[in-house]
């Protein structure tokens, strides 16, 4: 969701903050602003747009000043206009606070303010903190309250902390205390980098790479107080916390476009080497003979008795989860349920302690995600969580915790991170299946190589752009684009349609194929494109039927089958061949002709794809 940095140091904040802030541009765009404090003055510049709006409009003019905070805004309470952007300030303008999240009790606090004569200037719910932590901050002026052996800011930012339900990442600067910034989190990510003679704050590891590699991911409920030199973290009652810090892998060009068009067009072209990344670490090759190797969470074989496995995420992460179902069920023969985890936590699910249960998230942030792990964790049930986001909330709250690898993802729509969840889906699943007997050493093995050869013929489709920039080009413009598969297929469908959709707004959806007839097929007229997903060869006659019958309703089609495969030849209206391998491995490569699709159909409709409308990169607020 929205984005957020700090800055506190030697330097000059304002470009340092700007820096940042064009790294987590991707978590929010439809305003911008930053507060820097300089001396007796904090100055405020905030715009609705783009980031850019807001560079052009302080360009002319210097804001001096060596601490600052910055915030680039995904709106919830309140459209996108200059009033609601953030920093939000007190009446007096002593106090500026910028926040992620949602404050779920902002109307009752809200009458509660104005109660006491309040004047509020926006509709955010943000602007509730600033003039709660402005009341506590003169309350306790007058006579301490609350929470002792805290200075005056501090207090007051504990105190209104108390009163606030809901969700947040959080910094606040005062004018009375010029050495120092305040953030504070819960249920939404933020980082503290830990520089030389400066320190600094963000909502994710991007924004930081160009000072430090040393970092405190905030716990949940945790404060930090940043000064030059150092850093102190506390609870939020106001309890020292003692930690020593994290270090960042990450290397700092992967979040760059390394003279790429875009991010997104930059990710896909990663995902060799994220799938490689993914991989080389679990693969033990003794004697000739691979094997996986999942010392680094701690797999045992009691893993692999589980009754039942219950995968549940959100957007992405879902497909990968039902992927997921396919791979555990095919392999494993453990029966698999899978749950939009927007729905789980809603609908009084059936818990058994032996289950596995199985969250999905890029970033190890999403709200929806983290509440239906907590429920299941509070019902008794074991916890394996696939993330890409080191020291994540989801990482540190699972009992297991699977690192995709895929490095820093810009775009928002994804691409390597959900290929690479893949990945590690199949990863378990041929564990499982070997834990509990159900794969012999040849079949093992032949699986593994196939895996193995995986990053080689991502790559070669790679080499092969240009047919699929060509059928974007003749048919970005349709009206709707139906993707349809069977199995597998029918998991890939779900991923292709939403990344069209989400950055091309172009009308698709995905169906399981045999289900055309039960209604889809309704809407196919010749303003449809079709696209086939075909690799599981046991359904080509079936898939071929599904084919003939929206062609003869005047749509196109485009089939993405195996190379040398010619079952399609005569009722496709073009085919995109992928390299062969398993069938049950088929998503991971199948994919990538989708996701190129949709981004140059994207780029064709004159949209930007690292930057889609009303969407950001990580949903931290249900």
């Known amino acids: 969701m929205c984005g957020i940095t700090g800055y506190i140091g030697c330097k000059q904040a304002t470009p340092e903050l700007l820096r940042a802030l064009k790294k987590l541009e991707y978590r929010g765009y439809d305003s911008a602003g930053i507060a820097v404090l300089n001396g007796s003055r904090i100055t405020v510049r905030k715009m609705k747009g783009a980031l850019g709006v807001l560079e052009r409009k302080i360009a002319e003019e210097a804001i001096p000043g060596t601490l600052g905070i910055g915030h680039t805004r995904w709106a919830t309470h309140g459209e996108p206009s200059d009033t609601n952007a953030h920093p939000h300030t007190n009446l007096s303008g002593n106090i500026a606070v910028i926040h992620n999240g949602i404050i779920e009790n902002y109307g009752v606090l809200k009458e509660w303010l ?43 930012v504990l105190e209104a902390l108390g009163r606030i339900e809901g969700s947040y990442g959080l910094a606040v600067i005062a004018r009375d205390f010029p050495d120092r910034i305040i953030a504070a989190r819960k249920d939404s990510p933020l980082i503290v980098g830990l520089g030389d003679g400066e320190n600094l704050l963000a909502s994710d590891v991007p ?137 789980y936590r809603y609908r009084n699910p059936v818990f058994n302690p032996r289950d596995l249960f199985i969250v999905i998230s890029q970033s190890g942030e999403t709200a929806d995600t983290l509440a239906a792990m907590r429920l299941a964790k509070q019902k008794g049930a074991r916890i394996l969580a696939i993330t890409n986001a080191v020291g994540s909330t989801l990482a540190r709250e699972s009992d297991l915790v699977l690192y995709t690898w895929a490095g820093p993802e810009i775009g ?56 699929i920039q060509r059928f974007a080009a003749g048919h970005f413009n349709k009206g709707k684009v139906f993707f349809i598969g069977r199995q597998f297929d029918y998991a890939v469908s779900l991923e292709s349609a939403l990344k069209l959709k989400e950055i091309s707004y172009t009308h698709s959806e995905a169906f399981a194929a045999g289900e055309l007839k039960h209604g889809p097929i309704a809407l196919v007229d010749r303003d449809t494109l079709v696209v086939a997903l075909a690799t599981q060869t046991a359904l080509f006659d079936k898939i071929a039927s599904n084919i003939q019958e929206t062609a003869a309703r005047g749509a196109a089609s485009l089939v993405i089958t195996w190379e040398g495969e010619h079952r399609f030849d005569k009722i496709a209206g073009e085919i995109f061949t992928i390299p062969r391998t398993d069938d049950p491995f088929s998503p991971l490569l199948s994919i990538i002709p989708a996701q190129l699709f949709a981004y140059y159909c994207a780029v064709l409709r004159g949209n930007d794809p690292d930057k889609p409308r009303n969407l950001a990169k990580s949903v931290t607020v249900e």
């Not at 430090?212 to 973290?233: F, I, M, Q, W």
């Not at 994220?274 to 797999?299: C, H, Q, S, V, Y």
């Open 114 to 156: 104005q109660a006491r004569g309040v004047v509020f200037r926006s509709q955010t719910d943000t602007e509730v903190i600033v003039h709660l932590i402005d009341f506590y901050y003169n309350a306790a002026a007058i006579a301490p309250i609350g929470i002792p052996g805290t200075d005056l800011f501090l207090r007051a």
């Open 207 to 343: 924004a930081l790479l160009d000072h430090t590699r040393e970092v405190y991911y905030l716990g949940e409920r945790e404060v930090a107080v940043l000064y030059r030199d150092h850093v102190d973290l506390f609870t939020d009652q106001g309890e020292r916390v003692i930690r020593p810090s994290s270090h960042v892998d990450w290397d700092a060009q992967a979040a760059e476009k390394g003279g790429y068009a875009h991010f997104m067009l930059k990710e896909i072209h990663e995902q060799p080497r994220a799938f490689t990344d993914t991989l080389r670490p679990r693969l033990k090759i003794a004697d000739g003979t691979p094997d996986i190797n999942f010392d680094e969470i701690g797999l045992d074989a009691s893993w692999a008795d589980a009754p039942r496995i219950v995968i549940t995420a959100c957007g992405t992460a879902w497909h990968a989860g039902m992927v997921g179902k396919y791979a555990f069920e095919h392999f494993a023969r453990i029966p698999v349920e899978t749950d939009i985890a927007s729905e």
């Open 412 to 467: 928002v729509a994804s691409t390597k991170a959900f290929t690479t969840q893949l990945m590690c889906v199949y990863l378990l699943a041929l564990k499982l299946a070997r834990l509990r007997g159900l794969l012999d050493g040849r079949a093992y093995r032949d699986a593994l190589t196939s895996l193995q050869a995986i990053p080689a013929q991502a790559q070669k489709i790679l080499e092969n752009t240009a047919a």
